[in-house]
Nanobody, 125 residues
Framework: QVQLVESGGGLVQPGGSLRLSCAAT?????????MGWFRQTPGKEREFVAA????????PYGDSVKGRFTMSRDNYKDSVFLQMNNLKPEDTALYYC?????????????????WGQGTQVTVSS
């Protein structure tokens, strides 16, 4: 069993930055997991943002965040991070961290085994 806890969300002005964190606890170390970030707004499907293989190599980013967001991991801290720069109002969403029992991360939410509760990001002036 893996528990994921996101943090770092909040209210930021357009053009600003935030860094989200996701800490993993439970019976399996994060070093054994592939990880992903997704986001969701009311009435819409969950959207892929970023993912990282167990090796530390990133998958391609979601089209809407390319060049602005960076995902990284620190297995010693059992944590993954999402650095978000040049934020836009359309980035407003509930951001979820997800874990997959695999070496390979994917862009499909259905492939992930565990999810956090989410952290709210609001971009507004």
């Amino acid at each position: 069993q893996v528990q994921l806890v996101e943090s770092g969300g909040g209210l930021v002005q357009p053009g600003g930055s935030l860094r989200l964190s996701c800490a993993a606890t439970g019976g399996r170390a994060m070093s054994t997991l592939a990880m992903g970030w997704f986001r969701q707004t009311p009435g819409k499907e969950r959207e892929f943002v970023a993912a990282i293989h167990r090796s530390g190599v990133n998958t391609p980013y979601g089209d809407s965040v390319k060049g602005r967001f960076t995902m990284s991991r620190d297995n010693y801290k059992d944590s993954v991070f999402l650095q978000m720069n040049n934020l836009k109002p359309e980035d407003t969403a509930l951001y979820y961290c997800a874990a997959r029992y695999s070496a390979i991360a994917t862009m499909r939410s259905g492939d992930y085994d565990y999810w956090g509760q989410g952290t709210q990001v609001t971009v507004s002036s």
